[in-house]
């Protein structure tokens, strides 16, 4: 029997246990939401990481909760969260250019709707981004957004709303409507 004791007294030694059972019954799946960000071999390191982060917060999950809903949202904040690192934001820029995940469906000779991509994402408040990472991307309905935020569906819809405010209002070259 494995024990931490330096993790508190609410540590269940079967934890260890219920991480390798998670690993080996969800890695392939963390993998394939981590290709949707990173090449193939760093997904493969980011999926370590997810487990690592999930071997560290396994006591906050609720088991009324589903393991993939909790994985899910634990992979594509710490996904995302990576690619918000400056340093390793120009990093990407770098080796990929235009492979970036949120830009992969636009054309190449549609310079101006990439850059104006690179640039709204990356003025985007993170509830927002994750919002529209999980509508646009994965095609989940506001419902399954909303579980997995903790959140109503109308406060998903509304997030879609102001992301669509926001982007509407980022692509007029001048404001058309004032806010009342």
């Not at 917060?57 to 909760?65: C, H, L, Q, S, V």
């Not at 120009?90 to 990929?96: F, I, S």
């Not at 509304?158 to 980022?170: F, G, M, S, V």
């Amino acid at each position: 029997m494995r024990s931490k004791s330096h993790r508190g007294s609410n540590h269940n030694p079967s934890q260890q246990t219920d991480v390798g059972r998670l690993y080996a019954e969800h890695s392939a799946r963390v993998l394939r939401w981590t290709l949707r960000f990173f090449p193939r071999d760093e997904a493969e390191e980011v999926v370590h990481e997810v487990f690592v982060k999930v071997l560290e917060r396994i006591e906050g999950f609720r088991n009324d909760a589903s393991p993939s809903t909790w994985l899910y949202r634990m992979t594509v904040n710490h996904c995302l969260n990576r690619l918000r690192n400056a340093s390793r934001r120009a990093e990407l820029w770098r080796e990929q250019g235009d492979a970036s995940p949120w830009v992969a469906q636009v054309t190449q000779a549609d310079q101006d709707t990439r850059t104006f991509l690179q640039q709204f994402w990356r003025q985007l408040e993170p509830d927002l981004v994750a919002v529209a990472f999980h509508y646009f991307v994965d095609g989940m309905t506001h419902a399954e957004i909303a579980r997995i935020h903790g959140c109503s569906p109308r406060t998903v819809g509304n997030r879609i709303d102001r992301l669509r405010e926001l982007a509407h209002r980022a692509a007029s070259p001048t404001p058309k409507e004032s806010r009342a």
